[in-house]
């Protein structure tokens, strides 16, 4: 197997709190792994040679909440938020109309074009939801488009409530044969547990359904209110709790004690004039922190890990290192995944180069496209 070395790394940010900066540095990658971190001066040799010019580099981007398998556009709904509009999640109704009358390859088309959005802008691993079919065959038809891109894939067919029908029936169709014919084609399972959408009772149904079935657990949770979706991921035992827009202070000790990542979206808060999340309450109580866009066509329309990173750095309080790790780190350990989000030996060789000399220009240069280079499994792709 032969070996590449990057070499005049002006400034490695590796996400691994063992070491995590290190200036004129060196990466040594095998196959599609890294085999080697350190100073430049101390690299072994390597059969090739890739000259970062004293640009800095860190890992790929993990997006560990996205809905990606969608048709439609809602333009209008956004205008009408702009205009003044309180955002209550009603218009996913809109997506679901459209999903459902497009084809699969159309699906699939977009998915892909979203997905090399964020390959070029350094995501390397993405998760992607279900949840816009709300029928069984058309839950399952997009679980199948999202297994195409990612092995990090999410049946969400909890997302809400079907108009005209009954929840407690739907709830059930969702834990019982929407689950059975969509457990082959997920990792995951999630459920909306917000007014409007799931109650407590109803996603504790669900989850434990999934749960049984071998699907690992997620939760949106007090994203519109607060409510009982962070102390139902904590009992769980879900990898995450995804939005933690209002949290109690019995919520953020649960999330610490129960070890379980708060996946904050702040492209949600800008694009709905919503209040962001604390996430300096989080990080100072010992929380583990995630990043991830939310990538979907009503509430936060982009698929920009690096301007997630700058308006957690600008409007929650968290500091350009804190935001790089949850973007990184951060989404892998949402993914329970050791093996992406950081640079060391043994992990993924999933590596981004930027046109800056430090990570801090990914929030010193919002909406600058600084992403000039990016490997993914020690092959360049951008």
């Known amino acids: 197997m032969s070996a590449t070395l990057f070499y005049d790394i002006g400034l490695l940010f590796t996400s691994d709190r063992d070491r995590e900066e290190i200036a004129k540095a060196a990466v040594v990658v095998e196959g599609a792994e890294i085999a080697w971190v350190g100073e430049a001066a101390r690299a ?19 997006d560990s909440h996205a809905h990606l398998v969608f048709a439609g556009d809602r333009t209008a709904e ?22 459902r009358a497009a084809t699969t390859p159309e ?17 390397t691993t993405v998760e992607i939801k279900s949840g816009y079919g709300l029928t069984t065959g058309d839950e399952k038809r997009s679980l199948e488009v999202a297994r195409a891109f990612t092995e990090e894939s999410t049946f969400l067919g909890a997302h809400v409530v079907p108009p005209g029908t009954d929840a407690d029936e739907y709830t059930r169709l969702v834990a019982g044969p929407m689950l059975a014919a969509c457990a082959p084609y997920a990792k995951w399972i999630d459920v909306f547990c917000e007014r409007g959408a799931f109650d407590e009772a109803q ?25 009982p979706g962070v102390r139902l991921a904590c009992e769980l035992g879900a990898a995450s709790a ?53 990538c979907n066509p009503g509430s936060s329309f982009t698929s920009s890990m690096p301007f997630c990173v700058a308006l957690a750095v600008r409007e929650m309080g968290m500091t350009p290192a804190e935001a790089v790790r949850a973007a990184t780190a951060g989404g ?12 060391r030996p043994g992990a993924r060789a999933d590596l981004v180069i930027l046109e800056a000399a430090s990570y801090v220009h990914l929030a010193y240069r919002p909406g600058v496209p600084l992403v000039t280079q990016v490997w993914q499994s020690g092959r360049r792709v951008v």
């Open 44 to 62: 072994p040799a390597a059969d090739h040679r890739i000259d970062a010019r004293g640009r800095a580099v860190i890992p790929g981007f993990v």
């Open 78 to 99: 956004f205008a009408a938020r702009m205009a003044g509009e309180r955002y209550t999640a009603g218009g996913i109704r809109t997506t679901v109309a459209a999903t």
């Open 107 to 123: 699906l699939a088309a977009r998915t892909a074009g979203l997905v090399h959005e964020m390959t070029g802008q350094g995501t």
């Open 203 to 227: 996603s504790r149904e669900i989850l434990s359904a999934g749960k049984a079935a071998g699907l690992g657990v997620r939760v949106h949770a007090n994203q519109l209110g607060e409510g």
């Open 242 to 294: 995804d939005h933690c827009t209002h949290l109690t202070r019995e919520d953020v000790g649960m999330l610490a004690d129960a070890g379980v990542v708060a996946t904050l979206l702040p492209g949600a808060e800008f694009s709905t004039r919503s209040p962001y999340p604390e996430a300096r309450r989080l990080l100072d109580a010992g929380v583990t922190v995630a990043l991830a866009t939310d």
């Open 332 to 343: 892998a350990a949402a993914l329970r995944r050791a093996d992406v989000g950081v640079i």
